[in-house]
């Protein structure tokens, strides 16, 4: 028979737990105050540069190549500032629960076509001129339609997408897909960028945390992407992860369940879809941006 506890044992375990719990509320704190000087940074930046532009447009004898110029940097500005906006808001209804998913029937591949494109436009305007994009599909199914939220799906890859772009100077960034087995679908973001410690691929998916030194002048951003993402993917039922990519870059993992009538259409190809960049350069494919 097991022995029960004391009344002194449970006093002991009672005031253990009241300590990590203070000490959990001073990180998690800690990490809310670096959080706000961080997003009060990042919002600063890009208003200040729509207002310093916006107001240089105001000079009449500026010249055709200069209103453009500035124009370029008050969108590019504008984008950035949205974009911080919009992790801050979906970061918010996501803790309150208010994100419910809407469910459509849409092509894996398609999706991935449509991002594909999206990162070939962030790629020339971050002038990743030595980055490579590459889109990876398996060669059985190359084509998948499957029933899930397209929207917040196209979120969680955009997330991580960016996330690649902004880590890697040169080299690769691969998205694609495969599945796993019948029951789970499976994306994948590689690249070849700089990669993150062991000791933080469970941490960066935490809300607060930045994962960069706070004096890096290369990252930008709210630091929110990667929380948002673990948060959508786990009301999808599904599971994120991070690995590293060889020695250099990381992975990032995403598998979600598929329901056996969410297979509106699926087919295979003989030919495999993943192409070298001989091949996409040689058919004038859009699947390589370099």
């Known amino acids: 028979m097991e022995e029960q506890p004391t009344y002194g044992d449970l006093q002991k375990r009672v005031k253990e737990l009241e300590q990590q719990l203070e000490e959990k509320k001073e990180e998690y704190q800690q990490l809310k105050r670096i959080f706000l000087s961080h997003v009060n940074h990042e919002i600063r930046t890009p208003m200040n540069s729509i207002i310093g532009f916006s107001s240089l447009l105001a000079d ?3 010249t055709r190549e200069q209103k453009q110029l ?6 590019n500005s504008s984008e950035s500032l949205l974009g911080i906006i919009e992790n801050m808001i979906d970061m918010a209804m996501l803790e309150a629960g208010q994100v419910e998913l809407q469910e459509s029937s849409f092509s894996v591949g398609g999706m991935l076509e449509e991002l594909y494109a999206r990162l070939s436009v962030m ?8 980055v490579a994009l590459l889109l990876s599909r398996p060669q059985e199914p190359a084509e998948l339609d499957i029933v899930a939220d397209r929207y917040r799906l196209e979120q969680i890859m955009m997330n ?10 040169r080299g690769v960034i691969e998205i694609g897909f495969r599945l796993k087995n019948e029951n789970i679908l499976q994306l994948f973001v ?20 930045i994962s960069r030194k706070e004096n890096d002048p290369h990252i930008a951003g709210s630091g929110l992407g990667l929380s948002i993402v673990k948060s959508l993917v786990e009301l999808m039922k599904g599971e994120v992860w991070m690995e590293p990519n060889g020695e250099q870059g990381s992975i990032f993992k995403i598998n979600l369940p598929l329901k056996q009538d969410s297979l509106a259409a699926a087919r295979s190809e003989k030919k495999g879809a993943r192409r070298s960049f ?3 350069l040689r058919l004038g494919s859009r699947h390589l941006a370099i």
């Open 70 to 75: 500035y124009l370029s940097y008050i969108n």
């Open 278 to 280: 001989l091949d996409d």
């Open 160 to 169: 991580l997408a960016e996330n690649a772009m902004k880590f890697t100077d």
């Open 190 to 209: 590689k690249d070849t960028g700089r990669g993150i410690d062991a000791g933080h691929h469970q941490m960066i998916f935490e809300s607060f945390r």
């Open 123 to 130: 790629k020339q305007k971050r002038n990743k001129d030595l």
């Open 60 to 62: 009449n004898d500026i």
